[in-house]
């Protein structure tokens, strides 16, 4: 009986181990229209790692802004690697983040570079034109692009690739933490049975 609540207890743990870490490398691919001041904002969370933002098609000559969970600035990126789409790429800590998709070139280089952001030729993997930190923030950027004249941008299309994220701000998901629990409890009751 020992071997078999031992068994079961180990399974319930690999199981909720599984569950709760097997997200970490899963991708998004979204696709929209800016609003009419000629951005879009969308939320995803990882569990920490490498995450690589990547245009997938659209508006000609976009740009994107990440901003960690308090909304502060961490890099914006105008062109990438020879061409004039963004990519980002960057090692981050598990937790919820905004990616702002918007034109060319205010968000960048209007606002970030504006707010004490620092202008690089790289964000540690890519080449290109980017602002790195700033006391910027993601509402202002929002108001600053609400103030804007972006007639070319409105209701412009786009989409976009992140890898080892999903949507939302929900991390960890109740379910995988409810199935961790429960095979920590399992070991727990099989080692008071021991004792």
């Known amino acids: 009986m020992k071997k078999i609540n031992k068994l079961l207890s180990g399974t319930a743990l690999a199981l909720a181990l599984s569950a709760g870490f097997g997200s970490a490398h899963a991708d998004i691919s979204s696709t929209g229209n800016f609003n009419a001041a000629g951005y879009a904002v969308l939320d995803f969370n990882t569990v920490g790692g490498v995450v690589d933002v990547q245009f997938g098609g659209g508006y000609g000559d976009a740009t994107f802004s990440l901003f960690n969970a308090a909304g502060a600035h961490l890099v914006s990126n105008d062109d990438s690697n020879g061409s004039l789409n963004p990519r980002l790429t960057q090692f981050l800590s598990a937790g919820n983040y905004s990616l702002l998709v918007s034109y060319c070139c205010q968000s ?3 606002y970030a570079q504006n707010n004490g952001g620092s ?3 790289t964000d540690g993997y890519n080449s290109g ?5 700033g006391s910027g923030t993601l509402a202002g950027m929002e108001a600053y692009l609400d103030a804007q004249n972006s007639y070319s941008a409105t209701n412009a299309s786009y989409g976009v690739n992140i890898t080892n994220a999903t949507p939302g701000t929900a991390i960890p998901e109740p379910a995988s933490l409810a ?8 070991l727990g009751i099989t080692r008071r049975k021991r004792a």
């Open 119 to 121: 202008f690089a030729n």
């Open 179 to 186: 199935l961790a629990a429960l095979g920590l409890a399992g």
């Open 129 to 133: 034109s980017y602002v790195l930190g």
């Open 108 to 110: 960048i280089y209007g």
